[in-house]
């Protein structure tokens, strides 16, 4: 699952400018990105400014919908408790999978379906990475769209729907909080292969890479005993997020065990890790954290396996707790899992 980039879109309309459709996505997709708003139904029309904008993915979601025929929403419109071979579909994950068959560009959608697609898509993304999140699509899949499709649950507008975006690298839901206890609407996945399937050392042009760099520093400013406990030799295989039963089976260095110091540099790693997504999801995640005891009930975990370059900088690590599973593996190029909720006893994900 992979990401592509983004033009700069303008900030605002005029309120007296007859702006076109495009243009009405476009600001609109801007201003879902860094709103802090979840399940806003007020819809923005063409011609409205965008000083009022619409406050999520949401409500475009719901207006999509609606421009759906009988036929499309045959192939990407499902119960919201659909369920297939693999389970619950709307909660399913994998690092390259089409959720549908159509794919975003093709004639199976409008051009008009397609810009509430896009605009859906990067509302999902704080507008500070747009530009990364395009870069990443570029590189493994050729381009936003390319590679990409969509399927929504339940009936957008109420308080059961689900829109799931997937593809090689990607996968992002938005629900309006329909999915209970869980942050993102359940587990998402992103990742890059910046430059092939094998990356060099230091990742070279990976845009997630700085995130593996923020929790190597918290190595480095471990002590001997602190890096004994936190340093495991093999990973787990990166399919593996479900919580665990019991937090005493959760490997790794207990956060609650560092310096002030230490867990100042964790809180740091925390704000990296949840930096690209819109405001609102990263709330949901501190409250989700908050909920557990906060970051003190968690653990990491480096992994010796996997080291690209043999340098000690470990590509492969993981960030858990209780309801908490933030999995980066970084060998042979980034993939990413995300697991959370507010509730341990929350087991839906279907892998």
Not at 44 to 59: H, I, R
Not at 189 to 218: D, I, M, R, S
Not at 304 to 310: A, L
């Amino acid at each position: 699952m992979e990401f592509h980039s983004l033009s700069s879109l303008p900030p605002s309309t005029p309120d007296s400018a007859q702006v076109s459709r495009r243009q009405f996505v476009k600001t609109v997709g801007v201003a879902l990105a860094s709103s802090p708003i979840l399940g806003s139904t007020n819809l923005l029309s063409a011609g409205q400014t965008a000083k009022n904008p619409a406050s999520a993915p949401e409500p475009l979601v719901k207006k999509l919908h609606e421009s759906f025929s009988p036929a499309q929403k045959s192939k990407v419109c499902f119960e919201w408790d659909h369920k297939d071979k693999h389970g619950l579909l709307r909660q399913h994950i994998r690092a390259n999978w089409n959720i549908t068959e159509p794919i975003v560009n093709s004639d199976f959608f409008s051009k008009d379906q397609k810009e509430m697609i896009e605009a859906i898509f990067f509302g999902h993304f704080d507008a500070s990475w747009h530009k990364k999140i395009r870069k990443q699509l570029q590189d493994d899949q050729g381009g936003y769209g390319e590679d990409q499709s969509i399927a929504i649950f339940g009936t957008p507008g109420t308080d059961q729907f689900q829109f799931v975006m997937t593809g090689r690298h990607t996968t992002v839901r938005c629900d309006g909080d329909s999915a209970e206890h869980l942050a993102f609407g359940g587990p998402i996945f992103y990742g890059h292969a910046a430059n092939g399937f094998n990356e060099k050392h230091n990742h070279p042009g990976n845009v997630f890479w700085e995130q593996a760099l923020k929790a190597n520093h918290v190595y480095k400013i471990l002590d001997g005993k602190q890096r004994k406990t936190a340093l495991i030799p093999q990973a787990p295989k990166e399919t593996k997020i479900k919580f665990r039963k019991s937090a005493d089976q959760i490997r790794g260095l207990q956060i609650s065990d560092m310096t002030k110091d230490q867990k100042q540099e964790m809180q740091k790693v925390l704000s990296s890790l949840i930096q690209p997504f819109r405001t609102s999801d990263q709330a949901e995640v501190r409250k989700c954290i908050k909920t557990q005891g906060g970051l003190d009930q968690c653990r990491i975990a480096f992994y010796q396996s996997g080291d690209i370059g043999n340098d000690q900088v470990w590509d492969n690590w993981r960030l858990e707790g209780p309801a908490f599973v933030w999995h980066y593996r970084g060998a042979p190029h980034v993939h990413v899992w995300v697991n959370i909720s507010d509730d341990p006893g929350t087991q839906i994900i279907a892998t």
